[in-house]
């Protein structure tokens, strides 16, 4: 499985940004799609999640205010990122986990920054 992730860019607070990822070779299988992000100095953390039936889930920090949806039609993961604040700057990581295995694949990062 190979991951594309786009969209980041420099805001500022309170703006929004989409972000994008497209999944490509054995994506068959695939079972949660998920958004992860690390901001400088910190550890990845989880953001966001959608599983293959549809449910989604979010961290506290951004409950409310981010919204992951996907498209399958295209392969598509997406991203919507409103009311963003400067502690939001990162880089934003996609990934899935396919298979009985659970095997986690990742995406390149892209960049967001929110200046206040």
Do not use: H
């Amino acid at each position: 499985v190979q991951l594309q992730a786009s969209g980041g860019g420099l805001v500022q607070a309170g703006e929004s940004l989409r972000l994008s990822c497209v999944a490509s070779g054995s994506i068959s299988g695939i079972i949660t799609q998920n958004w992860y992000r690390q901001a400088p100095g910190k550890e990845r953390e989880w953001v966001a999640g959608i599983t293959n039936g549809g449910r989604t889930s979010y961290a506290d920090s951004v409950k409310g205010r981010f919204t992951i949806s996907r498209d399958n039609t295209k392969n598509m993961v997406y991203l919507q990122m409103n009311s963003l604040k400067p502690e939001d700057t990162a880089v934003y990581y996609c990934n899935v986990d396919r298979g009985p295995l659970r095997i986690v694949y990742w995406g390149q990062g892209t960049l967001v920054t929110v200046s206040s």
